[in-house]
């Protein structure tokens, strides 16, 4: 079946711009995380949604990022007057279930961010 | 807070080596660990899931065992192979209140020579 899809796969901004990441989540699964990798570093969290509720965004590096799930299925992360720093892949995934629960994480391929 | 550790960062082995990654983690009380494997310019696939409860999982020529009292793991690769090259991900899912989200190391970066 479908995995988890993210599009665009890259995008290149001016510094300033407003961006807009796009992951589709496996049909049915109610759990959606965004997490960020720049070069040379692990994995962060970002944050964690819940249906269409995002209990955990402590993972959001500033204000300037948001992110939102409609009809438990799309989620768009937005960033707002884009930074060199923000250059990075932003990775999505996806679960059956979400908290306290064993099922895996199934990831996209990423949308690779940089920022001139 | 969570800190995941993966030793060595690189590694370059013969085709038919056995090989063992592994991976420590600073804060036990977790609910399951997972190990991943990314290519260049995809997304993560996953390899193994142990649940805390387990000691070791096994798939094809992976094995992956867990030591949660001393925060330890392993991947274990039998008789490498050049599409083994890879970076390998070990990430922990913790068992407290953020017991939904993942804490990834940065990696091992596997080149298996033919």
């Known amino acids: 079946g479908a995995g988890v899809s993210q599009s665009p796969s890259n995008k290149v901004t001016e510094k300033g711009k407003d961006v807009e990441l796009r992951c589709d989540p496996i049909?049915?699964?109610?759990?959606l995380y965004w997490y960020r990798q720049r070069l040379g570093q692990g994995l962060e969290f970002l944050i964690y949604f819940q249906g269409n509720s995002a209990p955990d965004k402590s993972g959001l590096p500033s204000d300037r990022f948001s992110a939102e799930r409609t009809g438990e299925s799309v989620s768009t992360l937005t960033i707002q007057r884009t930074q060199q720093e923000d250059s990075a892949v932003y990775l999505c995934?996806?679960?059956?279930?979400?908290?306290?629960?064993?099922?895996?994480?199934?990831f996209g391929p990423g949308t690779r961010l940089t920022v001139t | 807070k969570q800190e995941v550790t993966q030793i060595p960062a690189a590694l370059s082995v013969p085709e038919g080596e056995n090989l063992v990654l592994n991976c420590s983690f600073t804060?036990?009380?977790?609910?399951?660990l997972q190990w991943f494997r990314q290519d260049p310019g995809k997304g993560l696939t996953s390899l193994l899931l142990i649940q805390s409860s387990q000691r070791e999982q096994t798939s094809g020529r992976l094995n992956a065992s867990l030591d949660k009292s001393s925060g330890r793991s392993t991947l274990y690769i039998a008789a490498s192979q050049p599409g083994d090259s890879a970076t390998y991900l070990c990430?922990?899912?913790?068992?407290?209140?953020?017991?939904?989200?993942?804490?990834f190391g940065k990696g091992t970066l596997l080149t298996v020579n033919p």
């Open positions: 995934a996806s679960s059956l279930m979400g908290t306290g629960t064993n099922y895996e994480q199934y």
């Open positions: 990430a922990v899912k913790g068992s407290g209140g953020s017991n939904y989200k993942l804490t």
């Open positions: 049909s049915g699964h109610t759990a």
């Open positions: 804060d036990s009380a977790i609910y399951n």
